[in-house]
């Protein structure tokens, strides 16, 4: 049995080697395929069972061995929609596995993958090179939250943005404490001041026969495009007017305007006051009590656009008094929540793993977050055409939310090592020639058998 079971045992050498080759094959074949992870190739021997003193070397198994934990480098491109997992974690996707009237028909069965060179198709699907569909979860586009827990297969809308009205102001700004107004004179004490006898109801606005006199004794406070509900777009002009002096024996005291009408007749009203007297201490910090930290505008209109109710908020702190030495208001932050009406120019991936949508009115919206999928056995994931991969027993169910980054407008390369993959292919071959010489051997000492026969 000897010389028998040492040409089976020859045979099985050949079949393993060969069994690596084809592992080494595929490799180098795939070493430009986007996010391949090479398999490489494990032996372990095979013993019969006999005492110690009795043992011989045994046959030998080739097995596959998987190297899906080993990154691939990662590199740049110009697609904006391309992404790579920097890390652990797959892309979940999903494979149609029909076409019903122009619309694909999906298993509802997952799959993963690290190819990342997804783009959108002609009905909104991000597809990668492979044809897997991209899965992720929705986000609300006004809060910018992620809806649901169960990510599903992204198509992104071609449809219209539509416009949203303009319900806030973000303003914070810091008024000079002697504002240079065309009326002021260092030499004339309160010549900063708005002067109430000008005006017929300045507590409540400025008409348009008042208007160029308000000017004079007013600063300009910034301005700000707002929009309507359907997207008609407007400037909101503000102006501050300083009302009282503590220089001058009072308190610190200013009026917030904006302007309602840019071209008014002389009767109607052109500048309306915002009803709230903001006074300022020595330090420069506001005094109100309590501060004035935000305040509500009813029935904006500016123009004949209607507006509606306007929030304006100043936060903690965002209004102060302090010196300057241009007598200016300093505007350090003016931004409002309003947008018109946009069509979809293009899609890309960010830095947090979001699709972002670009549109015509300059908006920026996050559509979708892209869902990574861990695995507590990653290696043992079964392999799918298409560098895709199906979940089995070994490796556990997909755990979303505790993987890697993601890293946009790039591409995960092959994890194969050519010059390594050439190695074991010249320690393959040699190994496969020495299982050969067994087999010559073994038929010799045959032969030499059967010719002593004879």
């Known amino acids: 049995m000897g010389i028998f079971g040492a040409l089976s045992t020859a045979v099985a050498g050949m079949q393993a080697q060969s069994f690596a080759l084809q592992n080494i094959s595929g490799n180098i074949a795939n070493s430009q395929t986007v996010a391949y992870k090479r398999t490489d190739t494990s032996f372990a021997d095979m013993i019969q069972d006999a005492q110690p003193a009795r043992q011989v070397a045994g046959s030998v198994m080739a097995s596959s061995r998987g190297t899906n934990t080993v990154q691939g480098d990662i590199q740049g491109s110009s697609v904006g929609t391309f992404m790579a997992v920097n890390g652990e974690g797959y892309f979940a996707v999903m494979k149609p596995t029909s076409v019903v009237d122009n619309n694909a028909v999906f298993s509802g069965v997952n799959q993963y993958t690290r190819r ?3 783009q959108p198709n002609k009905d909104g699907y ?9 899965m992720g979860l929705k986000v609300d586009p006004a809060s910018g939250n992620v ?5 599903e297969v992204m198509r992104i809308s071609n449809d219209f943005l539509e416009a949203q009205r303009t319900s806030l102001i973000d303003y914070r700004a810091n008024l000079p404490q002697v504002p240079f107004t065309k009326t002021y004179n260092p030499k004339v004490a309160n ?3 708005l002067n109430p006898a000008d005006y017929a109801a300045i507590a409540t606005g400025v008409t348009g026969a008042e208007s160029g006199t308000f000017i004079e004794q007013s600063v300009g406070g910034g301005a700000v495009t707002a929009y ?3 997207g008609v777009a407007v400037s909101l002009q503000l102006r501050w007017a300083k009302t009282d002096s503590a220089a001058n024996g009072g308190t610190d005291t200013w009026n917030l305007f904006y302007q309602v009408n840019t071209n008014p007749g002389a009767a109607d009203p052109a500048w309306v006051n915002v009803g709230t007297d903001f006074t300022f201490g020595a330090d420069g910090k506001m005094t109100n009590s309590p501060p004035v930290e935000s305040l509500d505008l009813t029935g904006v209109t500016v123009d004949n656009v209607v507006l509606g109710d306007v ?6 702190g965002g209004l102060t008094q302090y010196a300057d030495a241009n007598g200016t208001v300093q505007v350090n932050a003016i931004q409002q929540n309003g947008y018109a009406a946009g069509a979809l120019q ?3 991936v960010n830095e947090k793993g979001r699709v972002v949508g670009s549109y015509s009115n300059g908006r920026s919206i996050d559509l979708y977050e892209v869902s990574l999928a861990n695995f507590s056995g990653p290696n043992y994931l079964k392999k799918l055409d298409g560098g895709a991969f199906e979940a089995t027993d070994g490796s556990g169910p997909p755990i979303y939310g505790n993987a890697g980054g993601i890293v946009g407008g790039s591409l995960e390369s092959s994890n194969t090592d050519i010059a390594d993959e050439f190695t074991k292919l010249i320690v393959t071959q040699q190994a496969y020639s020495a299982n050969t010489r067994v087999i010559s051997t073994s038929n010799d000492m045959v032969q030499s058998l059967l010719s002593m026969l004879r």
């Open 311 to 316: 929030k304006v908020r100043f936060g903690s």
């Open 147 to 151: 809806t649901g827990s169960v990510p």
């Open 126 to 134: 991000l597809v990668n090179g492979a044809g897997y569909y991209l």
């Open 116 to 118: 990342g060179d997804f």
């Open 346 to 348: 293009s899609v890309s």
């Open 191 to 193: 010549s900063e001041l």
């Open 228 to 230: 309507n509900e359907t």
